[in-house]
Every structure is written in structure tokens, then in C-alpha cells.
């Protein structure tokens, strides 16, 4: 089975623009997570979804981001304007159903760097 | 705020040796888990330990839980070059299932370097 696949892997953008990442989740999978890694705060949690209907979007840091989940089988991260403190790995995962003891599976991140 | 902490923030250790990465939490949990992230690469789930277990192994790998020190260890022994990446606990605060949240929060990290 295919894992969970971002897209893009590297994003090269300027201030101002709008950034869109995208991500499929494991097919069968409930829960959908984005995260963000940077080196100095290490990986936080900015959004999930269970089928399809955001639960938890406290950590979303601003207005200036937005996450959708049209369908099971696809989510976006939109950030509009995008500034230089957004640059950070950005992971998308997903998990299969319910529960605390339910293993995420990691995608294999987008690395956005904002000049 | 960070719940899990890990201990050392690199470690660097000869191939064949065994290598601990200890994980400190605040709160009460409902499981711990540990992944490992390869350089460029997405976390991969190791393994789960819950609130009411002690020890687990999965292959070269142990981890203990001391619920009462709020404390975890990972032990890979015989290391391998391929060990090489960072380790990262996370935790489920046990308050967050009555919430009807399911959210971990992780660890920054254990950077293991493993030297043929």
C-alpha cells in the first residue's frame, strides 16, 4: 500500500505569495494531521481532520493559514500572504481510525523556504 | 509547550554498541510512542508502550515506562549504521481522550549517530 504522499518536496517561494501544499493520506484512514518542524520549536501539530471535518485547528499560528479536506483521499495547507517565519518542514499524516494508540504514518514532508 | 522531552540531544556511539535515549513527560498519558526520522524524511512509527505497561521489546528494541517517574527509555542494541537518525517520544495526554481529542505531542528529539 502506498504511504502518505506530499507534494510538493521542496517549495522556493517570496514573501507575499500565496503557498499551497498538498497531501493524500493512506487510503482507509480516518484521521489526517499536518504538522510543522522547524528546528527551533521541533514538530508541532497545526490541524486535524477526522473524515474529512476539521476537529482541532488551535495550533494553526494565523489567519494567514488554511487547511481543507474536500475528501478522504486528498488535503491542502494554504498559506496567504506567506512570510520568511513560515519556512519550516511541513508533514502531513494520517492514521487509520480512533483511538490514543493508533500509529500516524508520516509523509515525507515539504520543505518551504520563503525569502 | 513541550510535553515530551528527550535526553541526550545527540548521541554519537560506535557500531555494535548499545544505544539509551531517555523521554521525560509532564503530564499523565495514555500511551507513549517512539519514531524514528531519517535525514530528509518523514517519522516512522517504532513502537507503542500504554500507560500500563512496564517494558516492551520489538526486535532490537526496548523501551521501559516509569509511569510514577513520568519517564521513558529506548534501547537499541547492536547498532547499525543504518540507526543513524533522530528519535523522537511522543505522548497522548490521558486528559485528551475524555476531550475526544486524539492528538501527540512530540518530543525535539534524540540525534543518534551511529559510527561504522
Known amino acids: 500500500d502506498a504511504g502518505v504522499i506530499q507534494s510538493p518536496r521542496h517549495e522556493v517561494t517570496e514573501m507575499g505569495q500565496e503557498v499551497t501544499l498538498r497531501c493524500k493520506p493512506i487510503?482507509?484512514?480516518?484521521?489526517l494531521f499536518w504538522y510543522r518542524q522547524t528546528m527551533m520549536r521541533g514538530l508541532e501539530l497545526l490541524i486535524y481532520f477526522n473524515n474529512n471535518v476539521p476537529i482541532d485547528d488551535s495550533g494553526m499560528p494565523e489567519d494567514r493559514f488554511s487547511a481543507k479536506m474536500p475528501n478522504a483521499s486528498f488535503s491542502t495547507l494554504k498559506i496567504q500572504p506567506s512570510e520568511p517565519r513560515d519556512s519550516a518542514v511541513y508533514f502531513c499524516?494520517?492514521?487509520?481510525?480512533?483511538?490514543?494508540?493508533?500509529?500516524?504514518?508520516f509523509g515525507d514532508g515539504t520543505r518551504l523556504s520563503i525569502l | 509547550s513541550q510535553q515530551g522531552e528527550e535526553d541526550p540531544q545527540a548521541l554519537s556511539i560506535q557500531e555494535g554498541e548499545n544505544a539509551t535515549m531517555n523521554c521525560s513527560y509532564k503530564t499523565s498519558i495514555n500511551n507513549l510512542q517512539w519514531y524514528r526520522q531519517n535525514s530528509g524524511r518523514g517519522l516512522v512509527h517504532l513502537i507503542l508502550?500504554?500507560?500500563?505497561?512496564r517494558e516492551k521489546h520489538s526486535g532490537r528494541l526496548r523501551v521501559t515506562l516509569d509511569t510514577s517517574k513520568k519517564s521513558s527509555s529506548l534501547l537499541i542494541t547492536a547498532s547499525r549504521a543504518a540507526d543513524t537518525a533522530s528519535y523522537f517520544c511522543a505522548t497522548d495526554p490521558s486528559r485528551n481522550s475524555g476531550a475526544g481529542s486524539y492528538q501527540l505531542t512530540f518530543g525535539k528529539g534524540t540525534k543518534l549517530s551511529v559510527i561504522p
Open positions: 487510503s482507509g484512514h480516518d484521521y
Open positions: 499524516a494520517s492514521s487509520q481510525r480512533q483511538g490514543w494508540d493508533q500509529p500516524q504514518h
Open positions: 508502550i500504554r500507560s500500563n505497561e
